[in-house]
């Protein structure tokens, strides 16, 4: 399936690359969407669902880029919104999270802008990186129904 979108000048087809079903029942719980002009790869997004103890879920973004010559034009934000759409319909999916790199101040305001809060920073979180934080970004999906309601 795709969903073909005009960004000004340049057509995006967001792609899913599995079929799957956002619920644990097992269907699937990886997917990813990929951003292409023409036959030219040029993003992409890995995610894949996460069962919390609460009996409950989270969309785990396990990787997100697209390449330098078209950052800026909206296609990040296509691909995060494909992705959080596609699970807004299950109640069991409560939040989407991810780590980003402390020092990748543009990626953080990116999330932020797309309504991610900050939960927590984790000392140490990635080997091969300096600093090695990690910034662990949350973005809630389902509002909990107040009590009584």
């Not at 785990?60 to 078209?70: D, E, Q």
């Not at 990040?76 to 402390?102: M, R």
């Amino acid at each position: 399936c795709g969903d073909v979108s005009q960004l000004g000048n340049l057509k995006l087809l967001l792609v899913l690359m599995c079929t799957y079903s956002c619920s644990l029942d097992g269907s699937c719980i990886a997917f990813s969407n990929a951003a292409f002009e023409g036959d030219t790869l040029i993003g992409g997004i890995i995610c894949r669902l996460e069962a919390l103890p609460s009996g409950t879920a989270q969309l785990y973004i396990i990787s997100m880029g697209v390449l330098a010559p078209y950052r800026g034009q909206g296609i990040g934000s296509k691909l995060v919104e494909a992705s959080l759409a596609a699970c807004q319909s299950d109640p069991v999916i409560k939040q989407a999270v991810l780590h980003v790199h402390t020092a990748n101040t543009d990626a953080v305001s990116f999330y932020e802008r797309l309504g991610f809060k900050l939960r927590e920073t984790v000392a140490g979180y990635y080997k091969r990186l300096d600093p090695p934080d990690a910034a662990v970004l949350v973005k809630q999906l389902q509002v909990e129904n107040a009590v009584g309601q």
